[in-house]
């Protein structure tokens, strides 16, 4: 999570147009609590720990610089609880 968040301060800051897409995929973001590992898919699976705030900030700021989060729940109740209404 820290590579894609210092990525995604370096795609701001330089408001680089040729950056290749990068897509970060969370299946079954339900299971994760605070502390949680979760898997993250960009070219190979690796494991990390989330980064606090990394993840909101992704979807939120990353769209418009070609990172994209792809995240799959099990309900609508916990879409709600995991990325808020607003996102």
């Known amino acids: 999570m820290n590579g894609l968040s210092e990525e995604l301060k370096k795609r701001t800051d330089n408001d680089q147009a ?9 299946h079954g ?23 606090s705030g990394a993840v ?8 418009s610089h070609g990172m994209h ?5 099990d309900t609508y109740n916990n879409v709600n609880r995991f990325l808020g209404r607003n996102r």
């Open 18 to 26: 040729e950056a290749p897409a990068t897509f970060l995929f969370i």
């Open 29 to 51: 973001l339900q299971n994760f609590k605070n502390s949680a590992r979760m898997t993250i898919s960009v070219s190979r699976p690796v494991k990390a720990k989330p980064t």
């Open 69 to 73: 989060v792809v995240v799959t729940l």
């Open 56 to 63: 909101p900030k992704l979807t939120t700021e990353g769209p």
